[in-house]
């Protein structure tokens, strides 16, 4: 007979155990790595509740868990905030099920309006659910040549003539081109942005798992830029930021077909393109490069809602917002942004 399944939450010494259960488990993804706690408390001063499940001693199953308040946006504990990919990870079906217990228990207790999961694979068909996101994922194959073979014509056009106008792909060493090119990009798009800070952290606590790679032209003006994280044999790139001059050049194509090309080098696998809206422009970029889109199962417990929340720029009710916030100085918007997209999650 198997030992019975224990819940607690994390403590200090657990983050070792934590981190090499997460790489060895397959359900898990960058976004359950134990690093997250602390960027989540310190960067966004947000509470955590990081679950581990346990048999005989053994970490069987994990759930990172933070707890949302805003006046603005309402009070939410979700799995995970600032990440597309989150929920339980782990094939224990027991400690699955006590860890869900347990989240249920601190939400309810907590009085949130609502538990969110950002599930890759769905756990509960029947509960309330958002349709707005899908992934897009797709396998790296051996080399350069097979790569570029495996893009659709019309976007490898585009890849070979951003060679062709001799761009340039640099690694960075911190977040300044970056941050320059990714905050001017979110406000002509009316979004607030995160914080230099927040990238600046990033870099440092991942390491070599999180890269920034900045594209520039031959007389070196930047042009095209992307952070992005690797985990296991996955690439992710995962923030982004383009100049008016990048669409003319075909710097953005560049850019991701050099991320390819240095992530094969590097030894990955699968070029995750991440999350995006349906319909919208970044899914219709990525339709363009072969990848297929994947629903993304976010799954919700509705305590204090009737109806899933739309936290997000397609709802009809923040228009003006966007309006208003396209006009604003990049400066105002740098200092202002931070403190509102802290709530978004």
């Not at 790595?33 to 001693?57: C, D, M, N, P, S």
């Amino acid at each position: 007979m198997p030992s019975a399944v224990t819940v607690r939450p994390f403590a200090a010494g657990d983050a070792a155990r934590w981190n090499a259960f997460v790489y060895a488990c397959a359900g898990a993804t960058f976004f359950h790595r134990i690093e997250w706690r602390e960027i989540i408390q310190k960067v966004f001063r947000h509470r955590t509740h990081y679950l581990l499940a346990e048999r005989a001693g053994e970490i069987v199953a994990v759930l990172p868990l933070a707890e949302v308040k805003s006046r603005l946006f309402g009070h939410a504990i979700t799995s995970l905030p600032f990440a597309v990919y989150g929920g339980i990870a782990g094939d224990d079906a027991d400690a699955c099920q006590a860890l869900e217990a347990a989240a249920d228990g601190i939400a309810r207790k907590a009085g949130v309006q609502h538990l969110e999961y950002r599930n890759l694979v769905a756990r509960h068909t029947d509960w309330p659910r958002q349709d707005l996101y899908v992934t897009f994922r797709k396998e790296i194959l051996a080399d350069d040549e097979a790569n570029m073979a495996a893009i659709p014509r019309k976007q490898r056009a585009m890849v070979r003539k951003g060679i062709k106008n001799g761009l340039v792909s640099t690694v960075d060493s911190n977040a300044d081109r970056f941050f320059a090119l990714y905050s001017d990009n979110v406000l002509r798009h009316g979004t607030p942005a995160l914080s230099k800070h927040f990238f600046e952290t990033l870099l440092s606590v991942f390491g070599q798992d999180c890269e920034v790679m900045t594209v520039s032209s031959p007389d070196g003006k930047a042009l095209s830029t992307v952070l992005s994280f690797y985990f296991r044999d996955e690439i992710l790139p995962y923030y982004a930021g383009d100049d008016l001059a990048a669409r003319d050049l075909a710097a953005n194509d560049f850019k991701y077909w050099e991320l390819m090309r240095r992530a094969c080098a590097r030894g990955c696998r699968i070029f995750d393109y991440g999350r995006s809206k349906v319909g919208t422009g970044p899914y219709n970029f990525k339709k363009n490069w072969g990848f297929e889109p994947l629903p993304l199962s976010y799954e919700y417990r509705l305590y204090k809602r009737e109806e899933i929340p739309q936290n997000n720029p397609m709802n009809p009710k923040y228009r003006a917002f966007i309006a208003l916030w396209r006009r604003l100085p990049l400066g105002v918007a740098n200092t202002i942004g931070p403190h509102i997209v802290r709530n978004l999650g």
